[in-house]
């Protein structure tokens, strides 16, 4: 079996807010829990996948993103394998893009988008920190730090973190971004857990669906 994680699988899943909007929207809202962010209510523009190569830091890196939309003018990006040497500059690239790209170029700095990049990587950052998440934002260098803004952060789920926190099926199943980490992780490997996780929610009951589709299409 293909790995959901697989840069084309994972895209090809997110490329149609009419086909996965239900899954993407409640992986979203897993994630954002976490930084205690008010989950969205409706993904408001298609969900595109972009090709596997692209230009600038594509072609050399051969990452793979989903943008999406949500209401309350927020814009993500999803984006897997990152390698460790590039991820901060290519966060801050995607982070630049949203904005750019989404912001209202007759408005005097208002409204703001809130952005949020999502990296997927299979790595700890630093070996001290060795969690699901780590929730980056913009502070100030004083000795007592603040935070300067909450319209960026990048959020970087590390897979080993959640490896180490949760060691069984059983306990993925308690926790909502447990639960899709699982099934990106191990769950597409075994057809009965796969069965369990598809009961679960209509959001991962759309993924599993799309999963299935869009791996068969690939491998014939």
């Excluded at 090709?51 to 939309?69: A, D, W």
């Excluded at 990006?77 to 990152?82: A, L, Y």
């Excluded at 949020?116 to 001290?128: A, F, G, K, M, T």
Aim: proline share 5%.
């Amino acid at each position: 079996m293909m790995s959901p994680l697989n840069a084309k699988v994972f895209s090809d899943i997110f490329q149609d807010k009419e086909k996965s909007g239900q899954a993407m929207k409640e992986f979203l809202n897993a994630i954002l829990e976490y930084p205690k962010e008010d989950p969205i209510t409706e993904i408001v523009d298609k969900v595109s996948g972009n090709p596997v190569m692209g230009k600038g830091v594509y072609e050399r890196y051969g990452s793979m993103e989903v943008m999406v939309k949500a209401d309350t003018n927020r814009y993500f990006d999803i984006t897997v394998q990152v390698g460790k040497e590039y991820l901060d500059k290519m966060s801050l690239v995607l982070a630049s893009r949203l904005y750019s790209d989404n912001y209202p170029q007759d408005n005097a700095y208002c409204p703001v988008p809130t952005v949020r990049v999502i990296n997927l990587i299979d790595y700890l950052i630093q070996d001290e920190y060795p969690y699901t998440m780590r929730s980056m934002s913009l502070y100030s260098d004083l000795d007592e730090p603040e935070r300067l803004t909450d319209k960026m952060r990048m959020i970087h789920i590390q897979l080993p973190g959640f490896r180490k926190e949760c060691e069984s099926f059983e306990a993925a199943k308690k926790i909502s971004l447990f639960t899709w980490l699982y099934l990106f992780d191990h769950g597409y490997k075994n057809p009965e857990e796969m069965k369990v996780l598809s009961t679960m929610s209509e959001g991962l009951k759309n993924f599993i669906e799309r999963y299935y589709t869009i791996t068969k299409n690939i491998t014939q």
